[in-house]
């Protein structure tokens, strides 16, 4: 499971809506190989659910998530920051052991 916080959730509301995008459609979710630590986070909207797709609602979003990215992710709780460090989502994962410095990348 993948939850969202209610900052996350408001600014999900807010790019879909600019993208296009309507409160039925998808938030995918998922890990890719890069970054300085090793993973890292994949973020975007989707209209379609693919047949390997898991498939979560929290907080009144839906998430997808690829099979092979979804055993990174359990348990991952994605909000928004709007600091002065930089706005962005952050995934607050238990799973990673390491994250670098930007929080974009992490390592298990």
Known sequence: MIKVS???KKK??????????????FVRVGVKSGGCSGLSYDLKFD??????????EDNGVKIIVDKKSFLYLIGTTL?????LNGAGFVFNNPNANRTCGCGESFSL
């Open 79 to 83: 909000e928004y920051s709007g600091g």
């Open 12 to 25: 999900v509301i807010e790019l879909m809506s600019d993208d296009g995008y309507s409160a039925t459609d």
């Open 6 to 8: 209610d900052t996350a």
């Open 47 to 56: 209209k379609e659910q693919k047949e390997d797709d898991k498939v979560f």
